[in-house]
């Protein structure tokens, strides 16, 4: 979509936005709502701080990730005011105003000071933010009823907003295809990690989450944390979960590749992928999604009896008796925005037989979703099915093949549309 088209949905988003968060604040009987950006703390007896990301209502509204110390007035019947922390600094670079067509659409002021703007003659006021940034100002801070609504205008996205999610597919899509041959060539994780970050042109720091890259066993820890810088003696597979970052708002895209030679592990990867296709293909209007997460445990029962992992136990029976979940531990999405983990996915507890997801609603137009579902051999599940009553039901020996496999997780980006979806992931990475 050309640049200028780009701009004008921008602005409209914030017009949009002004709307929800004045009804909301009337809604609650207040006057002026402020919001801080936050900013990172100290770590203890050092003088750095830790990484920052913007506090979520902030990005909302500017897209700004990495401005500190700045500062969002929401006053009904007015622009916005958005003051940015501007210090006389030769250490760091400095915050600027920003020139595009959205930032006319806010009352725009630079400071040097940490504090707020004038606060005076607002009214009631309510002020979000962390509570470490918020000490000796006034208003009501963090209302737990306003915040909840707040976190409710963030659940339909609005069309500049799955602009940005569907560009943040775009140039992730090409992160994993240029981390599947670095892993097809040899590469470690470290080096996959950096041609992953080649090839979107995006320091981590700048993504919306750390890269999960596990080659082998480290597939199945579901978020693994490191990076091994030594090539493994023989690769057998490949799971990175990654995305990118733009304008405030994160694609969460997770492929798996077998290495060659891995036939058994490669048919679980393509049975996977099959069921996670025909998942997206039902994500519709008036879907539950606590339904759709257990048709996925139905459907990967089916997939663990045609692979020869349970034998004997039809596909009701595996899912009632927790097998199932032995295999595919976490939930099956949850919505996508500005935080990889998009607010408002709960408004009511995730079941007793779920107790990871985190999407409980029935899927509306407007909404984002990841539908992720995964196959894992994780030894602290597995083990304790294999050594229990059923355990004689399950293959041991292929079992033991796959250990070194680690796991299978697919994940797609999809936007609930009025008649269907439009898988945002798919368009760019097939």
Request: one cysteine or more.
């Amino acid at each position: 979509m050309p640049e200028q088209e780009r701009h004008a949905r921008q602005c409209l988003h914030l017009e949009t936005l002004q709307q929800r968060y004045s009804d909301a604040l009337e809604s609650h009987g207040y006057d002026a709502l402020l919001i801080a950006s936050g900013a990172a703390p100290m770590r203890y007896a050092d003088d750095h701080g830790y990484a920052f990301q913007g506090f979520g209502p902030f990005v909302h509204w500017t897209g700004l990730t990495d401005v500190e110390h700045s500062w969002l007035l929401i006053r009904p019947g007015r622009q916005a005011l958005l003051q940015l922390y501007t210090p006389v600094d030769f250490w760091h670079a400095t915050a600027s105003l920003p020139d595009e067509p959205w930032a006319r659409e806010l009352e725009l002021t630079a400071s040097p000071e940490r504090r707020p703007p004038a606060l005076d003659g607002l009214g009631r006021l309510a002020v979000i933010g962390d509570p470490a940034a918020l000490t000796d100002l006034p208003g009501t801070h963090n209302p737990a009823d306003l915040l909840a609504d707040l976190e409710a205008t963030r659940i339909l996205k609005t069309g500049y907003e799955i602009e940005c999610l569907d560009l943040a597919n775009a140039r992730a899509a090409d992160g994993h295809r240029a981390a599947r041959e670095a892993f097809l060539a040899g590469a470690s994780e470290f080096e996959i990690s950096l041609a992953y970050q080649q090839a979107t042109a995006q320091r981590e720091v700048e993504a919306p989450y750390h890269s999960i890259i596990g080659l082998n066993d480290h597939a199945g820890i579901l978020h693994y944390q490191y990076y091994d810088t030594v090539r493994p003696q023989q690769p057998r597979s490949l799971l990175i979960d990654a995305g990118y970052r733009f304008r405030g708002y994160g694609s969460d895209i997770t492929r798996t590749t077998a290495a060659p030679g891995e036939g058994m592990f490669q048919a679980l990867v393509a049975g996977v992928e099959s069921l996670q296709k025909r998942l997206c293909d039902a994500v519709v209007p008036g879907m539950d999604f606590v339904e759709l997460h257990r048709k996925t445990h139905l459907g990967l029962a089916a997939l663990l009896s045609s692979a020869g992992l349970v034998r004997g136990l039809d596909e009701e029976t595996q899912v009632a008796e927790g097998i199932t979940r032995a295999f595919f531990p976490h939930g099956l999405g949850h919505l996508l925005g500005v935080q990889v983990h998009d607010v408002g996915g709960r408004p009511v507890p995730p079941p007793e037989d779920a107790p990871f997801l985190r999407l409980t609603r029935r899927l509306e137009p407007g909404m984002v979703v990841t539908v992720e579902p995964g196959l894992y051999f994780i030894p602290s599940l597995l083990k304790p099915v294999m050594q229990g009553r059923l355990g004689s039901q399950l293959d041991h020996g292929l079992i033991d093949e796959l250990w070194g496999c680690g796991g299978i997780r697919i994940e797609d980006n999809v936007e609930v549309t009025d008649n269907g979806a439009c898988n945002l992931t798919r368009r760019h990475l097939p």
